[in-house]
């Protein structure tokens, strides 16, 4: 099957800054390419010319990059337009046989709902109006442009369970959620860990890392867990003043600040641990989780993310908006049967899983409107 993928926005700029890289590969649309080249599938990615990276790769797909327009008004961090990727939707839409497309909020999806409805999926991942100009522009998409000029196509396949309830509101043909998927051959997994857990993210505000220090702060002063290690890995802004708490708080010798790792160094870090924390107070889908899961490694996270709705329930770790000493206790004191349990899970994790599931939707609705 010949499929098209567009994602103009490949990875999430902090603060509307695109940040310049060296590579695409790790992200979690070229990810889900690879789930799709894996099964036999010929892949197209489609992105926006901002996200390109500084040096030339070589691809395993075909990858296109696309000028934006209009910029000041259709950021291309948030709405991009552009009428470069429209023109050749419409001149060579009739070379592929799927067409997958991402939100239901987007000028691109615009385009592929009006120029091929019938092979167009589109892969939802916002769980709630977006808050920009009073979320009117939001209300207005969805209440109105949604469900009169997209109202045609395939189906919509919300990556969680909050996507899957909010756009039901909106669109027809709605399946059941496919997750995001990682390349889980680039996570070992591991059953042997270090006394120590660990964070990875941004060092900003919003991800509320100094929470994890307080409540790292309270394991450790307890005499079971006085050796244990805190490792965050990251940078951003807060760096210094993260430092500064960990030293006033006199753990400065049981805390390791590791800095930007690499996918392949950020995993040996995630499967010697016996945690994953998590404490963010806006996200939509994480990949460190699916990640963190892969190495072996079980999650505390609050219920911010999108893609904690089967943590609880398959016992791979604990969601908790309000998370403390008792719950980074219970996955320490029984770590090893979370941990076996996110092992068992590891091939549910997959992007060839994830991509197995786009193709199953995508041949169930193509039978049950021919029949």
């Not at 892949?43 to 996200?51: D, H």
């Not at 219920?303 to 219970?330: A, F, M, Q, R, Y």
Request: net charge positive.
């Amino acid at each position: 099957m010949r499929i098209l993928i567009i994602n103009y926005i490949l990875f999430t700029p902090d603060k509307g800054i695109i940040p310049k890289v060296n590579s695409i590969k790790d992200t979690m649309i070229y990810g889900m390419c690879r789930g799709f080249i894996d099964l036999g599938h010929s892949v197209t990615l489609a992105a926006g010319e901002e996200y390109k990276p500084q040096t030339n790769e070589t691809y395993d797909c075909e990858v296109l990059f696309f000028k934006s327009n209009f910029k000041k008004l259709f950021n291309p961090t948030v709405l991009p337009y552009s009428s470069e990727l429209k023109d050749f939707l419409k001149k060579n839409h009739s070379e592929y046989d799927l067409i997958i497309t991402s939100e239901v909020f987007s000028f691109l999806s615009l385009y592929a709902a009006r120029i091929c409805p019938e092979k167009t999926i589109i892969w939802h991942e916002l769980a709630i109006h977006q808050r920009k100009f009073k979320k009117l522009p939001s209300k207005i998409w969805y209440n109105i442009v949604a469900p009169i000029l997209m109202n045609k196509v395939f189906c919509v396949v919300p990556r969680s369970k909050q996507a899957q309830m909010f756009i039901s509101r909106y669109m027809p043909n709605v399946s059941v959620p496919v997750d995001h998927g990682i390349d889980i051959n680039k996570f070992q997994s591991s059953a042997s860990k270090k006394r120590q857990v660990i964070s990875s993210s941004q060092l900003i505000p919003r991800k509320r890392i100094d929470g994890i220090i307080d409540v790292f702060h309270k394991l450790v002063n307890m005499p079971k867990y006085a050796d244990f290690k805190l490792i965050i890995a990251g940078r951003g802004p807060e760096l210094e003043s993260l430092q500064k708490k960990v030293y006033d708080l006199g753990i400065e010798k049981n805390v390791e600040f590791v800095g930007f790792l690499a996918q392949k160094v950020l995993n040996i870090y995630m499967r010697e641990s016996m945690v994953f924390l998590i404490n963010t107070l806006q996200d939509n889908s994480m990949l460190a989780i699916p990640e963190a899961l892969a190495s072996g490694t079980p999650v505390i996270t609050t219920s911010i993310p999108n893609t904690t709705h089967n943590l609880g329930k398959d016992k791979l770790g604990i969601v908790d908006d309000n998370w403390d000493i008792n719950e980074l206790c219970e996955i320490i004191d029984n770590n090893n049967a979370y941990v076996s349990a996110c092992i068992e899970y590891r091939e549910n994790l997959s992007n060839k899983y994830s991509a197995t599931k786009m193709i199953e939707f995508f041949s169930q609705y193509a039978n049950n409107a021919n029949a």
